[in-house]
DNA sequence: CGTCCTCCCATTGACGCCCATAAATTCCCA
DNA sequence: TGGGAATTTATGGGCGTCAATGGGAGGACG
């Protein structure tokens, strides 16, 4: 496996450590940076973290604008600027930073959503809302897309 | 990792000394010049700084122009006349001159902002103020990548 | 002779490394 | 196939090291 995947709830300790689910070390262990790249999500109160693969992505996306433009200093900026790299303890854990945690309303507990290529970092029980209204709108544009293929099926492939 | 990411924002002493956050110095040494470039920002209260990477960089875009061009000439005026190269001592700590001081507004602390292959170094309160902003920016220029470049991989560091 | 700068040392707090425990899961073997 | 052992995972805590910061001693230069 070379995804993310699933969700699952972590305890902070008092000293502010988290450990990151196995399965997504695993993933990460396979591309090659030794820590997580993490960053606040522009439209979310998540954190964006993922491994190397990620890394790679937002340079391409920073490299593809001219030097010394104004753009390109504000994507750095937004990008670069307010991530972190959080390095992996040999237990497995990370240390979220105060300034992250502030930025996601994190405070005891982190659930760890797997997206595929990268994951998120979201306080649990906004997670949960977040979540219903994720599921909310994928059923409002099932009826618009289904209305024109079939009559009325019940929530299936959509879910989960 | 060989690019600065992240911010810290440090104190000046009463001797003037800021220390350069660990992650940057580790960056620095890996590229082999003896102390920090640095040159005040074109277009921004803020001080643009870097390894030999960054000199090489400036060093194509000036020779990329016309010998005694009047665009080369103001450039090479603008960057190499105004900036210095701060020597770091073995504690890790820099003195920023007073004239750099005054152009980015710097007094007490030091905001070391990451930008990839070179670094800024801001005022705190103005640096708070230009991220909002360039979070904003990037939220809009998202969008038009996004619309754009839908087929070929997508930006996806940049989403959520 | 005083100011500025470089080198060196001290302090404090944060972080990394190590070990311990408990629960859950996998594995093995009769 | 059932049960027990070994492994993995999540979590807690001790301790040494390093980073950030403050201050002093010595030297160069006006």
């Not at 960053?39 to 954190?47: F, Q, V």
């Not at 390109?72 to 959080?86: K, P, V």
């Not at 595929?116 to 970092?121: R, W």
Request: charged share 30%; glycine share 10%.
């Amino acid at each position: 496996m070379d995804q993310f995947v699933s969700t699952f709830t972590n305890k902070i300790d008092t000293k502010g450590r988290v450990s990151v689910p196995a399965s997504f070390r695993t993933v990460l262990a396979k591309d090659g940076l030794e820590g997580i790249y993490c960053y606040p999500s522009l439209d979310a109160p998540a954190l964006d973290a993922g491994g190397q693969r990620l890394v790679d992505k937002i340079n391409g996306l920073v490299e593809d604008l001219a030097p010394y433009s104004d753009e390109r200093d504000h994507l750095a900026t937004a990008l670069f600027g307010t991530s972190e790299i959080l390095s992996i303890d040999q237990d497995g854990r990370i240390i979220v930073p105060e300034r992250l945690r502030e930025h996601a309303g994190i405070t005891t507990h982190i659930t760890f959503v797997g997206l595929g290529e990268k994951f998120q970092l979201w306080e649990p029980k906004r997670f949960e809302t977040h979540l219903a209204e994720a599921r909310q709108k994928v059923r409002d544009l099932r009826k618009l897309l289904g209305a024109g293929r079939r009559g009325s099926g019940g929530p299936e492939g959509a879910r989960e």
